[in-house]
């Protein structure tokens, strides 16, 4: 046997069985080691003794194989399994949210039809123009309100996502937001105190003569808040 | 009933109950000896010390790029084969928009599958060429897909190893439909740059 180096493998508490060593041998390898198993090569065979390496080859038939290290796994990485489960609840949350926000984007679209017709109707509906064209202008005016405000429902009424913070041309477009929404409101205002002027025989006095240039204002906003998404600066 | 014991090459007795003092001082040596061989233990192991990870996606009206810095990994070589992990939170692609970060985490489902991580299988003697040609499995949106043959390149730095290289990744890939700006949607390419410097442990 003497250079032989062939291995086998084992438990080796295996090794330690009460028969094959002296107790305090026993309890001192209990002690030192606790392994579960071990590659013995065959040279060492008269350290150990031949009766339980010859045992211990026996057993080798239905002792497993020798294990290889495990994979790399994401606790391995310090990620607990908490991080890796996935969460129906939010993934519902944010799908909600997206398609609320792409009805915003496509209805915000759709809406700057209206308003820019509106704006070019508003150029004969003026001290010169005649009722129709200011009742055109004033239609027009009513739908781009209406289709404002369910453009603006959308996003205003999507779900949050805590903890998330605003970063990026979304700023300047919540930002925008503000000034063609405050546009919104005063300009119809504006324009229905000059069309009572007007139809009273009255020439367009007052606050109501900012009526053009506040339009101005709400148009040129919407239109860089579309852009500030739009477009990367 | 006899029993033969050998230390340092003598007979030291005859008696399977009689143990020399000498080798009751090496028992612990002698018994790690036995065990060691046998453990489970890798050969070489890394660890992610630093990474970027960086997708493009294209669209008529502008590029973006989302980074992040917060993926983990480690390499376990054995038997001159060598496993690597790679992952990282979905959430920390950073394009610079949060609201386009969450659009793509929506289009991902990344609160679904929080996280995208890549598992690669090579020889050990791979690692001692500049270019290694990996195969990759990527996990993420929820689906599995093989990349074959990605090259990446190896740079080594006293202890640190600089790893890089580009996934062909596309957007179909993964069952995402293309996100879609005005109605107009993103390519379909989403390459993927990983740029990674590992550690010895």
């Keep these: 046997m003497?250079?032989?180096?062939?291995?086998?493998?084992?438990?080796?508490?295996?090794?330690?069985?009460?028969?094959?060593?002296?107790?305090?041998?026993?309890?001192?390898?209990?002690?030192?080691?606790?392994?579960?198993s071990a590659t013995v090569s065959v040279s060492d065979m008269p350290l150990l003794g031949r009766k339980a390496m010859a045992a211990q080859t026996k057993d080798d038939t239905t002792v497993a194989p020798q294990e290889k290290p495990a994979k790399p796994s994401l606790l391995d990485l310090g990620i607990p399994p908490d991080q890796s489960?996935?969460?129906?609840?939010?993934?519902?949350?944010?799908?909600?949210?997206?398609?609320?926000?792409?009805?915003?984007?496509?209805?915000?679209?759709?809406?700057?039809?209206?308003?820019?017709?509106?704006?070019?109707?508003?150029?004969?509906?003026?001290?010169?123009?005649?009722?129709?064209?200011?009742?055109?202008?004033?239609a027009l005016g009513l739908v781009t309100a209406g289709m404002y405000i369910t453009t603006a429902s959308y996003a205003i009424r999507a779900p949050s996502v805590p903890g998330m913070e605003v970063r990026g041309p979304i700023r300047v477009h919540k930002a925008l937001a503000w000034v063609h929404a405050a546009g919104m409101i005063l300009t119809p205002i504006l324009g229905a105190m000059a069309r009572s002027q007007l139809d009273r025989g009255e020439k367009v006095h007052g606050i109501a003569t900012a009526h053009s240039a506040v339009a101005d204002v709400t148009v040129a906003a919407y239109a860089a808040a579309i852009g500030s998404v739009a477009l990367k600066f | 009933m006899n029993e033969y014991i050998f230390v340092e090459g003598g007979m030291i007795g005859t008696d399977r109950h009689v143990i020399g003092r000498g080798l009751r001082q090496m028992l612990p040596i002698i018994c790690l000896l036995l065990a060691v061989p046998g453990l489970a233990q890798p050969d070489r192991q890394w660890v992610l010390e630093k990474s970027t990870l960086t997708y493009h996606v294209s669209h008529p009206l502008h590029d973006t790029d989302g980074i992040s810095h917060a993926a983990r990994g480690k390499v376990v070589c054995h038997a001159g084969q060598c496993d690597v992990l790679i992952a990282a939170p979905v959430k920390s692609f950073d394009s610079g928009d949060s609201n386009r970060d969450l659009h793509m985490l929506q289009a991902t489902h990344g609160a679904q599958f929080p996280l995208v991580s890549v598992r690669i299988r090579l020889p050990e003697a791979d690692f001692g060429s500049s270019t290694i040609l990996c195969d990759l499995e990527i996990e993420f949106a929820g689906q599995t897909v093989p990349y074959r043959q990605v090259p990446f390149q190896q740079v080594t730095e006293g202890i640190y190893t600089r790893i890089s290289g580009t996934i062909p990744a596309t957007l179909a890939d993964f069952k995402i439909p293309p996100p879609s700006l005005f109605t107009v949607p993103v390519k379909n390419e989403m390459p993927v740059l990983v740029e990674t410097t590992w550690r010895p442990i």
């Design chain 1, 2 to 36: 003497t250079g032989e180096v062939t291995e086998t493998q084992g438990p080796v508490f295996d090794l330690l069985r009460p028969d094959n060593f002296s107790e305090s041998f026993e309890i001192a390898c209990s002690e030192s080691v606790e392994m579960l």
């Design chain 1, 85 to 138: 489960q996935g969460n129906a609840e939010a993934q519902a949350r944010l799908d909600k949210r997206s398609h609320m926000l792409k009805i915003h984007q496509t209805l915000g679209l759709i809406t700057l039809i209206p308003m820019i017709a509106t704006i070019f109707a508003g150029g004969s509906a003026g001290a010169h123009g005649s009722t129709s064209s200011r009742d055109l202008h004033g």
